[in-house]
């Protein structure tokens, strides 16, 4: 069993776990379902959230057609909310980069909205990788995403964490052979994270401090 004293560096989910996208990505789904005709409310939010879109748009029975017409809203009215941290996230990078761990971002999110935020956050140097949808096939809980940063950052996974406040993360984080680190989030699968039995479960991103 690894352990937090091996590793060196440490990959993050985005959303939710570092950027704090859960109200704003709230507000953009209900602008965008509301274009399209579909009432979305906090109750509804709560059933059908999952960090794949698509599995959602399923669930809401929106036409496949209407998908990337949906996708394009959605960063359109996203793109109106002003971009944050989760409250403490910032700090808790600075100390993690004054303590010499390489830091990286591997999420579901497109490139185009995680890079402008990531601009917007004065973060473009904090992170030396950037793993975004674009640049993978096969979508969380598939490792491939962590794989691709990994020999990116061509780091052992002996010595490599990811970091993710939904249950898909904790579960590629596993299939990657990775130490899992799960924090909670304000999305509504950020409940269920303890049944993924990560490796290390923090109630708040500031709890990575004592672990690493």
Known sequence: MQHSGTITTLLFDWDGTL???ASAGFIAFQKTFGDLGISFTHEVYEACYSPNWYAMYETLSLPKDKWKMADELWIEHYGEEPPRLVEGAGETIHALRTRGYRLGIVTS??????TREIQQLDLSSTFEALICNEHIVNKKPHPEGLEKAMRLLACAR???SYVGDAPE???MGKNAG???VAVRSAYPTSKNLLK????IHLESIEEMLLHF
């Open 19 to 21: 950027f704090d996208s």
């Open 109 to 114: 999110g497109t490139e185009r909205r995680v």
């Open 158 to 160: 002996e010595t490599c």
């Open 169 to 171: 993360d904790v579960r």
């Open 178 to 180: 990775l130490l899992t």
């Open 196 to 199: 993924e039995q990560p490796d």
